[in-house]
């Protein structure tokens, strides 16, 4: 698991710009979503080999005009309460504003690692406009030009440095649900239902971060463990209007589980925020599991099902994989079911697929469509293997990797769906280069060996 680090800040201090500079750097081999709906205000950044998450929460905001309002204080609030650090962005141009004290009045008691950048320090000359933010009484600062780069990475180096380090989980044969939806769709209640049902037998455990708690309940003699039940049991009294997704507090326990428990309020229909939150679990790798909550409240005849399946197929595409089940987390209709559906998700995410197997689905899948030429050439698919599970995630050998369109990518990863049975879990496939030429780099270097060795012999 990875820490959280929560930029904050007035806006226009440079907290986007900074978030790109952290962020930018990506792996090569990174897949990419496409169908969801990006935000582009979270992405798993690593300097000097620690990774973290870093999320600017200010990204979050529609309300740019009162820029000290209420959604931004309850950002902070978020921030100081679900973030392992924080950074606060100020703006070295500007000097110090009151919102500056009120941002760090807010912050001043934690025990989080705080860092102050100030901003727009594009060189050494500009340090001098430091000195008025030694006024507020916070340090260190750290003098940063997030457009330019300049101080960015002693920054990052402190950083890293006080990040807390989590221990990597135990790999058990327990099941991780999180249970993720919008403020309201009966989150507590579905664990309080569950909590309740006397066939489970329920026990707290200390979650891995500060102030989460787990519970692990038994069903059909099987373990599950519940991430963080505290965090949304304990009812934080906000009022409607600041009544927000917590995004850090959903990408930790997506972070965590196995098998997110999406949660969608039936009387309501699938909202934005829904399909916000399911994105969040699909990039996260998370099997995924609708529950349409609140059925009782529905009225229906034989083909409400069916519309309200298709209505939530519709507005979340890239989760077709994911099953989906009516639920009433008041009166329990239901509720025992979602157990068996999340063994099934729990199977098929943990599948191993042989590499023989792969490779012959592979190849049966590109006889039977070729991909389109590229560039008048064709794309050869050489090898492929599953470099890991939790979800399944293949890569395949390729002559052109850039060049494989994402229809065809769609094509293989159905393909592999169909014929290993996985009809209910995210895929991952990649593709990577690899010459169609046989590589003598090897060889020649043992001969120029064998040939010195053959000297030296004379
Ligand atoms: P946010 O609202 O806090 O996310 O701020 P942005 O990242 O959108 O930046 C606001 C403005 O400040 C933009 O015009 C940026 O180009 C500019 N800016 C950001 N970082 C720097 C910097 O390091 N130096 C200078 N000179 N300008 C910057
Ligand atoms: P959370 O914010 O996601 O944790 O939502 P809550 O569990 O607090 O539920 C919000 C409201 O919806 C409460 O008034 C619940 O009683 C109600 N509620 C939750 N699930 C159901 C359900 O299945 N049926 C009905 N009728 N109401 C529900």
Redo the contacts with the bound molecule.
């Keep these: 698991m990875k820490p959280i680090v929560a930029i904050i800040g007035r806006p226009n201090v440079g907290k986007s710009t900074l978030f790109n500079r952290i962020t930018r750097k990506k792996d090569a081999l990174v897949d990419n979503f496409p169908g969801v709906t990006r935000d582009r205000h979270y992405s798993d950044a690593v300097w000097d080999g620690v990774e973290f998450t870093l999320v600017d929460t200010g990204g979050f905001s529609d309300d740019k005009e009162d820029y000290f309002s209420d959604v931004i204080r309850w950002q902070i609030l978020e921030a100081i309460t679900d973030a392992d650090a924080v950074i606060i962005v100020l703006d070295g141009r500007q000097g110090v504003s009151p919102y500056d004290r009120d941002i760090i009045d807010l912050l001043r008691d934690i025990s989080k690692p705080v860092l102050y950048g100030v901003n727009k320090t594009d060189s050494i000359e500009l340090e001098d406009n430091l000195y008025e933010f030694y006024t507020l009484g916070i340090k260190p600062l750290y003098p940063i030009s997030a457009e330019h780069g300049y101080g960015v990475p002693d920054f990052l180096d402190s950083l890293v440095k006080e990040l807390p380090r989590f221990d990597t989980e135990e790999k058990t044969d327990i099941i991780s649900l999180a249970v993720v ?10 664990i ?1 239902k569950i909590i309740g049902e006397k066939k489970l037998i329920v026990s707290d455990v200390p979650g891995t971060t500060r102030d989460a708690i787990d519970s692990i309940c038994e069903y059909n003699d099987k373990t599950y463990l519940l991430i963080d039940t505290a965090g ?1 049991r304990r ?1 934080k009294k906000v009022s409607n209007k600041l009544e927000k997704i917590s995004i850090i507090k959903s990408l930790r326990s997506l972070d965590r589980c196995d098998v997110a428990l999406i ?1 969608i ?1 039936s009387e309501v229909g699938v909202t934005d925020q829904d399909v916000k939150i399911a994105g969040y679990a699909y990039e996260r790798g998370c099997g995924c599991i609708f529950l349409l ?5 529905i009225e229906k005849d034989d083909k409400t099902h069916k519309k309200y399946y298709e209505h939530l197929r519709m507005e979340a595409k890239f989760l077709s994989f994911a099953p989906a089940m009516t ?5 329990g ?1 239901r509720v025992p079911r979602i157990f068996s559906l999340v063994d099934e998700v729990f199977e098929q995410y943990t599948t191993r697929v042989t590499t023989g197997k792969l490779n012959s689905m592979i190849e049966r899948a590109t006889l039977k469509t070729e991909p389109s030429l590229h560039k008048g050439k064709r794309i050869k698919f050489y090898y492929s293997s599953q470099i890991s599970e939790k979800p399944p995630t293949f890569i395949s050998f390729v002559n052109y990797p850039k060049a494989v369109h994402f229809s065809y990518k769609r094509y293989l990863i159905n393909q592999i769906r169909d014929e290993a049975g996985l009809d209910k879990t995210p895929i991952r496939l990649m593709f990577k280069e690899k010459s169609g030429r046989i590589d003598f780099g090897s060889k020649k270097k043992n001969r120029n060996q064998g040939s010195k060795k053959y000297k030296k012999k004379k």
């Design positions: 939806g919008r403020p309201n769709v009966g989150k507590s209640s579905l309080n949304i009812k949660l309020d909550n609140k059925w009782d409240l639920i009433s987390a008041l009166t209709l």
